[in-house]
């Protein structure tokens, strides 16, 4: 059983920056496919980002594109998520999320993933 656990989370001020950590356990993670998701109060849980299993391909939302870098590092079965230029409206839950296997798939929506992790909490202070 595939085990995810984020790290990193915290209260910054906007204009910050964060860096999460998504580690995972009992598999290797090369053959994984990796995304960022989050969940803001009151709303639907959203893709925030995702990468391919060497880390050649990311796919971002428009709306952290430019701010946030997703990275891997296989040999330390770790995926982690660089956020910059933080604002009040990133404030949510964060959860990492792995789907096993080499299909091509987008990495955009909840569904195309098999394990998630428990999340962090990220607050951006205005």
């Known amino acids: 059983q595939v085990q995810l656990v984020e790290s990193g989370g915290g209260l910054v001020q906007a204009g910050d920056s964060l860096r999460l950590s998504c580690a995972a356990s009992?598999?290797?993670?090369?053959?994984?496919?990796m995304g960022w998701f989050r969940q803001a109060p009151g709303k639907e849980r959203e893709f925030v980002a995702a990468?391919?299993?060497?880390?050649?391909?990311?796919v971002y939302a428009d709306s952290v594109k430019g701010r946030f870098t997703i990275s891997r590092d296989n040999a330390k079965n770790t995926v982690y998520l660089q956020m910059n230029s933080m604002k009040p409206e990133d404030t949510a839950v964060y959860y990492c999320a792995a789907r096993y296997g080499f299909a091509v798939v987008a990495g955009t929506t909840e569904n195309e993933y098999d394990y998630w992790g428990q999340g962090t909490q990220v607050t951006v202070s205005s």
């Open positions: 990468i391919s299993w060497s880390g050649g391909s990311t």
């Open positions: 009992r598999v290797t993670l090369s053959s994984y496919f």
